[in-house]
Structure formats: structure tokens, C-alpha cells
């Protein structure tokens, strides 16, 4: 076995804290290392590569859960099935992106119109009065 990388190591190169790695590994999401006769973690290289890839699906806004998903599908080629996925993700953004819109627009009057009270806003129609929204 190679040196490998000790948990701090790994956790400065990936730029996540030891108890991220502990919970991927969990979660499932990393592969539990083999260990040095120590007793100490000995982290394969590629497992900074794959820190950083899971990182950024997050920053995607992935979860853990679609991402070991995505981790799982890719792992087998299936290409496809990334850029579905990715694509339903751009839907949820879009529409989450509307309704931040929507958000922003109805906070917007509120500042301009003056409303001082939330049972009683004077506005007409009251922009406190938004759709009910899933």
C-alpha cells in the first residue's frame, strides 16, 4: 500500500474539516480507507478529487443524497443520466429563481408603500398578499 494521505491532509487539500470526511464516509460517499498499523486513516490521492467533486455538486445545489446517486450512476458511464439529472436540477433553480423574484419584487413594494403592519397593510392590492407557493 502507499503512503497515502493522513485525515488532516486530506481534509487541508479538499478544503473540508475531518468531521465532513467522517460523515461522508457514513453517508457513503467515500470509501472507508484502509488503515496504517497505527490505526491511522491512509487515504487514497484520488480522494481529494473526489472531496472537490462533491463539494462542487453541492455549490450545484445537489444534495448528499443525489449526489451518492450521481457518484453511483456515473461511477458506471451512464452519461445520460447526468445531464438528466443536471437538467431537472436547472428546472428547480429556474423556478426557485422565480419565486426569489417574486420574493424580492412583493419586498420591494412593501419598502415603497410604507406598510407598517402585517394584519393591517393599507396597500391596494397589499403586496403582503403573496400566492400561496409549495
Known sequence: MSEGLRTGQLAERAG???????????????ARPPRRPSGQRAYPEDTVRRLRTIKAAQRLGF????????????????????????????????????????????LRTVLASGCDSLTE?????????LDDRP
Open 121 to 129: 397593510c393599507t396597500c391596494d392590492p397589499s403586496p403582503l398578499d
Open 16 to 30: 473540508v474539516n475531518t468531521q465532513t470526511l467522517r460523515y461522508y464516509e457514513r453517508r457513503g460517499l467515500l
Open 63 to 106: 444534495t448528499l443524497a443525489e449526489i451518492a446517486e450521481l457518484l453511483r450512476v456515473t461511477s458506471h458511464h451512464r452519461g445520460g443520466e447526468l445531464r438528466a439529472r443536471a437538467g431537472a436540477k436547472l428546472e428547480e433553480v429556474e423556478r426557485r429563481l422565480a419565486d426569489l423574484q417574486a420574493v424580492r419584487s412583493a
